[in-house]
C-alpha cells in the first residue's frame, strides 16, 4: 500500500492537476536533464511505469545516453535520443521530471510543437515553474519520492516493477540513505517497496557499490590532481579530456568522484571540475557544512540542491577553477 501523501493542502492539489494532466491527454514526450543521473533516469522510467498502467502513448528520451548501470531497469533501452527521431509531427504533450528549467532538457525542445503542454515534476528549489502544470516540491527527497505520491492519487498501486524505479531514484538521490535529505518518510516509503518485493540490497550493490575499470583508473588520476585552500576548508579534483582519454571512461564514471573531496576532514565544500570538449568545464559542488552551494552555483549559471548542485562554465580549466574557489572562499567567510 501506497505511503500517506504529504499533509499539505497545496502539494495535494498540485499532485491532483499532474494527475489531471495524464489522464487528459495522450502521446506524451518524457525526458529529464541531460547526462542523467539515477533519479533522473528512473524518474523518466517511473513515469513511463505510470502512463503503461493508462494505456497511454508515450516516448521516453534523452539527450545523452542511459548510463550503463542503470540499463538494467525496466525498459531502459526504449529511452531514445533526439536524433533517433524522424520527421514525425512534434508532441503537444510533454512530462519533464527533474529538471529545474527547459533549458536542463537540451536539444530534446527541438521535438516539441509550438503550443506544446508540458508537465514539470520536480524537488529542486531552483525550479522555475515553467510549464503549463508544475508539481514541484523541494521538500522531497527525490523526484521519484513525488512519482510515488503521483501514484498514490491515480489510484496505482507500486508493485514490485514500479517499486523498483522509485526506490531507485531514492537510493542515488539521498545516497545510499546517508544524505540529509534522507527523512523519516523516505525510509517509510523504502519499507513500503521493499515490503512489495523491491530488492534493495541488490540495487545497492548493483547502483553503489560496483566500479568498472574505466572508473577505477579516472579515480586514480583525479586523486592526484586533488588541491585544497590553504585553511583546508575547500578541496577539488580537476578531470581533463586527456585523463577521460586516457582512462576509456564516459560521463557517467564521474558520478561520485566528488565525494573524494568533500569527505576529507575539515572540508566543507567539495568540487569537482570535467573539462568539456567544448570549452566549458562542469562544476559539482558538494557542501558538508552551512554553505549553500545552490547559491554559488546560480552565480555560475547552474543551480541544484543546498548541498549538491552544479554548473557548466564557458572557459579554460585554470581559469574556471580560480573564479569558482574564489566564490566558495567568499561564502565560507
Known sequence: MNAIVRPDAAYKRMLEMAADFLKAHDRFLVASHVSPDGDAVSSTLAVGWLLDGFGKQYEMVNQDPIPEKFRFLRKADAIRQPDSFGPSEPFRYAVFVDCADMDRVGRVRDLLADDALVLNIDHHSTNDRYGTVALVE????????????????????????????????????????????????????????????????????????????????????????????????????????????????????????????????????????????????????????????????????????????????????????????????????
Open 138 to 333: 523541494p521538500g522531497a527527497s527525490a523526484t521519484a519520492e513525488i512519482l510515488y505520491d503521483l501514484a498514490s492519487v491515480l489510484g496505482v498501486s507500486v508493485d514490485s516493477t514500479g517499486g523498483e524505479l522509485i526506490y531507485t531514484g531514492l537510493l542515488t538521490d539521498t545516497g545510499g540513505f546517508r544524505y540529509s535529505n534522507t527523512t523519516e518518510r523516505v525510509l517509510r516509503i523504502a519499507a513500503d517497496l521493499l515490503a512489495v518485493g523491491v530488492e534493495g540490497h541488490r540495487l545497492a550493490g548493483r547502483l553503489l557499490e560496483t566500479m568498472t575499470f574505466s572508473q577505477v583508473e579516472l579515480l586514480k588520476r583525479g586523486l592526484n590532481s586533488l588541491s585544497r585552500s590553504a585553511d583546508n576548508r575547500v578541496a577539488w579534483i580537476r578531470i581533463t579530456l586527456d585523463d577521460m582519454a586516457a582512462a576509456g571512461a564516459v560521463q557517467a564514471d564521474v558520478d561520485g568522484l566528488v565525494n573524494y573531496a568533500l569527505n576529507i576532514a575539515g572540508v566543507e565544500v567539495g568540487l569537482l571540475f570535467r573539462q568539456a570538449d567544448d570549452g566549458t568545464v562542469k562544476v559539482s559542488f558538494r557542501s558538508n557544512g552551512p554553505v549553500d552551494v545552490a547559491e554559488i552555483a546560480k552565480k555560475f549559471g547552474g543551480g541544484g540542491h543546498t548541498r549538491a548542485s552544479g554548473a557548466l562554465v564557458k572557459g579554460q580549466m585554470d581559469g574556471v577553477v580560480d573564479a569558482v574557489v574564489r566564490e566558495v572562499r567568499r561564502a565560507l567567510r
